[in-house]
């Protein structure tokens, strides 16, 4: 059974842009995996930590064959890892060469230690949803649309740059 999968990337350090390419890339070769569609790359103010750089940050549209949520989210955390991502000795929302957060797995809810669907703050990122709402306009998350989620936030757009106090 094949189910549609969304994957939120972001980095802010080295090649911000080039790493979200080749991390998009590199998730839709992971095995069972097509690529369907990849939002535009937006270039957003850093949250809960601001005293970094900007990211940019995108959204990727999969068809996964055959996964568990777990079992996907593990494989994103290994390749984040092979990716340069490192996590000890850095603040939470800290600076990273690459972030890959599993957003939605078809229409799955669930929560354990591990895995948390949706993701649980992605209803309040304009970053994931404005790039979310671009891709699969009319894709619901828990009865709404990534749009209807937006009209509630404080958040702005200029071009492809995202604010969000």
Request: hydrophobic share 45%; net charge negative.
């Amino acid at each position: 059974m094949r189910e549609e999968v969304f994957v939120g990337l972001g980095s802010n350090l080295g090649k911000a842009q080039e790493n979200v390419a080749l991390a998009a890339e590199a998730v839709a070769d992971l095995p069972g995996c097509e690529s369907l569609r990849l939002s535009s790359f937006y270039e957003t103010a850093p949250q809960d930590y601001p005293d970094q750089p900007w990211f940019i940050n995108a959204v990727l549209m999969l068809s996964v064959e055959d996964s568990e949520p777990p079992v996907f989210l593990a494989r994103l955390l290994e390749l984040e890892q092979r990716l340069g991502r490192v996590r000890e000795g850095v603040p939470r929302f800290g600076p990273r060469r690459i972030d890959l957060d599993l957003l939605l797995f078809g229409n799955r809810v669930l929560t354990t230690p591990f895995c948390t669907l949706p993701h649980p703050r992605m209803l309040k990122r304009a970053f994931v949803l404005c790039p979310l709402a671009e891709i699969a306009p009319e894709y619901l998350i828990l009865g709404k649309t990534a749009a209807e989620y937006l009209a509630q936030l404080t958040w702005h757009r200029e071009g492809l740059r995202i604010f969000q106090p």
